[in-house]
């Protein structure tokens, strides 16, 4: 997991996974942009889920947690698609 970015790239981030949306039940991956506040532990760097629904401009994702499901509101900046085969 990375602490830092380079130092080119500190402060930058992609438009692109900022403005991405989600449908509710969309698998997600944990992947937290280090140039934007992260709320949440390091431990949730890598979780999957799926998204439940939209609040505002944040989305509610359902991520199980030894067996036990836990939701967490996560910007849409830290979350990436996971493909379904």
Do not use: C, W
């Amino acid at each position: 997991m990375l602490n830092h970015k380079n130092p080119r790239q500190k402060g930058k981030f992609s438009f692109t996974r900022y403005f991405q949306q989600f449908k509710s039940g969309d698998s997600v991956a944990v992947a937290k942009e280090l140039s934007v506040p992260f709320p949440y532990s390091h431990r949730l760097q890598g979780r999957t889920g799926k998204v439940i629904e939209r609040r505002g401009s944040v989305y509610y994702v359902e991520i199980s947690d030894l067996g036990k499901p836990k939701k967490y509101l996560i910007k849409s900046i830290h979350l990436k698609r996971i493909e379904s085969k």
